[in-house]
């Protein structure tokens, strides 16, 4: 039933893909990949940044206005329309100023959404590697505080930016106008004092990126907890696990306090900006009103404007804080995003040599010359070579780190041989087939049987949503969940709990198989199936699967002796090669001399 084959010519056809760059490529995001990231959204920042230059512009004319209508005043004539006109100017500023306000919040709970769902698409889809590489703590908190520290940054926070210097350059133009000795106190003062807090600003943005990356760690180190309570509980550990979490919460607290207090002495460093500006133009200007050098309206409208473009001053240095931070959390996110997804595209076609099984039929399973390894120094398989039968019920054994997980890997598509070939059916994985067009084909159920948190149902026809009863009713039978299904108040529509923990593990692992076999595999791969369930619940497997084995191929992971006698043919690892194959008893009867 099974043969050894030569290595194929065309088995090293994964040369003609280019493989993932794995390298960490260092990346420093600036003002214009914000910028950029408002990519899809900018027509909703246009108009509300146009209600806001609208809004702005009338502020700008209140204090003009003011001024001309003490002039009239003060010159005997008509006022009444002038004060009319100033008080529409100044209700319709809060009317518009409320609606941009209400189009940025928009715009900018958009953008969060927008980037929510591109990481986590891109969490979704990266390569398996990646994933092994990374906190998954981690990976939430990009996604939720990261997100949400970027939200003001990218519309409200550059919207800000434009309008704020919309406002200050009208300002200014006015406060010439009006009186350029004046103006020039009001720059020297500003100016020094701004230069001043601009020094601050350097500390604020790898303080936030710093804090944010111990906010990460936290959620990491809180999950790895969380998930292993029962352990965390039995072994008492619940005190030294405070203690490592609360150690990262407090290194996020000290950074986060060394971006306040930079950032708490802008607010006040301004102030006193405007404050000075303030007392230094109403004691020269009153000396100059006092001497005849200069108007008491123009004096007032010059006052008006610098309370008018003392805001936007102050907001554009509160700005440049909260962009650093927008920054700082766009760092973590681009770092994420910008890594590559897995590749999921067929290669060039090759020419395959069909090896023939018992009566000619194609092999279900047909492993080329594969060696592989995690990493390229450390080879984990080495010229494995071996084909299953269709329909037929095959058993890979052997000692931790043998390989036989990685087996599963390979076929899944988790990771790409180095060298040889994987056939299904017939057909090159890599060359003839994508990546989800392979992974139709399969049925996996893990060795851990995740069960997500939802319902039974929800569990059971995951992989294929759409299921009509009779196909679940045939899976629930076959899986052993009719009891089950009894049992509970709802049935199939009862909740499981977060990770099934409602659950028993045999019914999680019966609850798996059930998942697995729902679309119909060509292909199930089992990973030691029985490792959860009692000697009742086992042996009903096993005549289970020699029912399924009718329907679809199967390879299993065994080490019960149970599970390794019901296979029609056992394949022995060892150090990542195929040590011997044939009937169950004939290898087990040469384990011990093996």
Known sequence: MFSSLRPSRGGDAADDLPEEDEREVPLRVGLRDLVRATRGHRKSICVALVFSLLAAGMGLAQPLLATRTIKQFSDGRP?????????????????????????LERTSEGLVLGLRLRLIGKLLRLPMRRHESRRLGDSLSRTTSDTTMLRDSLAYDLSEVVVGLFSIVGGIALMLWLDAALFLIVLVIVGAIGGLTLLLLAGIRRAVEDAQDSLGGMSAELERALSAIRTVRVMRAEDRETERIGRL????????????????????????????????????????????????????????????????IANMFDVMATLQRGMAALQRIEEVTQLPSEADAKRAPVLVEKAAGPNGTTPAVEFRDITFGYDTENPVLRQVSFTIPRHTHTALIGASGAGKSTLFSLIARFYDPDQGQILLDGTDIRAELSISETRSRLGLVEQSAPVMHGTLRDNIVYGKPDAADAEIDRVVRLAGLGDLVARLPKGLDTPVGEHGDLLSGGERQRVAIARALLPRPRLLLLDEPTSQLDAANEQFLTQTIAQISRECTLLVIAHRPSTISAADTVILLKSGRIAATGPPDEITRSLPSS
């Open 249 to 312: 919460a407090r290194q996020a607290y000290e950074q986060n306090l060394q971006a306040a207090k930079r950032d708490a002495v802008i607010g006040p460093m301004m102030t006193l900006a405007m404050h000075g500006s303030m007392m230094a133009v109403l004691v020269v200007g009153g000396i100059r009103v006092a001497s005849g050098d200069a108007s008491l309206p123009d004096l007032v409208g010059f006052l008006l404007y610098i309370t008018y473009i003392g805001a936007p």
């Open 79 to 103: 006022y009444a329309a002038l004060a009319v006109l100033l008080a529409v100017v100044f209700v319709l500023e809060a009317v518009i100023a409320a609606i941009s306000s209400y189009a």
